[in-house]
């Protein structure tokens, strides 16, 4: 293997026994935030499944009107925003006192925890815009901590190449001994970014509790024989003695697999709040109410 970063050695992620496809699914376009068109593909309708993965949305479209309006001023509580900007330019600010912008290869973490208001607003008026915004769940103990953010620059992401034809941005996790920009205890998230040249694959090491999914946003691909067309998601089965998953790709492809540990703990949602009872989540709707989300300290 070879680097692209030469502060990240990578080594090799050895799959003896790959997990197959669970099955393929396609996302669900609504709009969101001030008027953004998105594809929806981790609903509220998998969140068991894939706990503990709340949602994903795919954003990208170079028509102005389909995202400038962006995401104004909103509340959040309960759990953590990842989000990964493929091309574009966005600007966060929140409550806590944070300002970042997100540009193109460049990654934005939020731990909502206690209560954060936030927007996110396009800093571009033509072009395309796309990316990526996944929920992670925060574990009962950790619903009420501190709000925290970071912005990562695509230089500021680790990334390696492959002899067998794949270029992986390691978001959060690790992969083939590279460490990612993000890593939490509790959850374990892996979060990869992988470019695949025609004909090229990628296996990568998953704990096996871990629940997980692949998304095809460029090409074509497969898992284990199992067709992932462009715009697609794949669940990987928990299959019993799996250790990893093994990608290879049809043609030119851009993939994003997404594992986690499960909390295995009760959810109750009201659109941004993510909490564990209903009398937890009816205090946050208060809370918003009366003013109290945002406050600090």
């Known amino acids: 293997m ?13 799959v003896q026994h790959a997990r197959t496809v669970e099955r393929v699914l396609a996302g669900q376009a ?22 503990p993965f709340l949602m994903l949305d795919a954003f990208g479209s170079d028509q102005a009107n389909d995202y400038i309006a962006g995401f104004p001023d909103h509340p959040h509580r ?6 990964y900007m493929v ?11 944070h300002e970042g912008l997100l540009a193109s290869g460049g990654l934005q973490w939020m731990t909502a925890g206690r209560g954060v208001i936030h927007s996110e607003m396009p800093e571009q008026e033509e072009g395309v815009m796309e990316g990526f915004q996944l929920w992670l769940n925060l574990p009962a103990k950790d ?7 970071r912005d990562f620059s695509h230089e500021q992401v680790p990334q390696f190449a492959t002899v ?17 920009s993000v890593q939490r205890a509790v959850t374990e998230p892996i979060f990869l970014d992988i470019t695949l040249a025609a004909g090229a694959s990628f296996s990568q090491q998953l704990p096996p509790g ?15 024989g199992k067709a992932v067309p462009c715009a697609r998601m794949a669940i990987l089965a928990n299959d019993q003695g799996a250790d990893g998953v093994r990608i290879e790709a049809q043609e030119a492809s851009r993939v994003i697999l997404i ?10 949602q009201h659109g941004p709040f993510v909490m564990n009872t209903q009398d937890e989540l009816r205090t946050a709707i208060d809370d918003f109410r009366a003013g109290r989300l945002g406050e600090q300290g």
Not at 78 to 83: A, K, L, N, P
Not at 87 to 97: E, F, I, L, N, P
Not at 143 to 149: E, R, T, V
């Open 164 to 180: 067998d034809g794949a270029t992986v941005k390691v978001i959060a996790g690790q992969s083939h001994g590279v460490i990612g």
């Open 259 to 268: 594992a986690g540990h499960p909390l295995g703990e009760p959810i109750a």
């Open 30 to 51: 609504v709009m969101d935030g001030a008027g953004v068109k998105i594809n929806r593909l981790l609903t509220q309708t998998l969140q068991r499944r894939l706990d």
């Open 2 to 14: 070879t680097t692209i970063n030469p502060a990240v050695t990578p080594t090799s992620d050895q």
């Open 143 to 149: 619903k009420l901590c501190q709000p925290w953010y």
């Open 210 to 224: 871990h629940n997980a999914f692949i998304y095809t946003y460029r090409g074509a691909v497969s898992v284990e």
């Open 87 to 97: 091309t574009g330019r966005m600007r966060h600010k929140d409550s806590a006192g």
């Open 78 to 83: 309960g759990f953590e925003t990842v989000s």
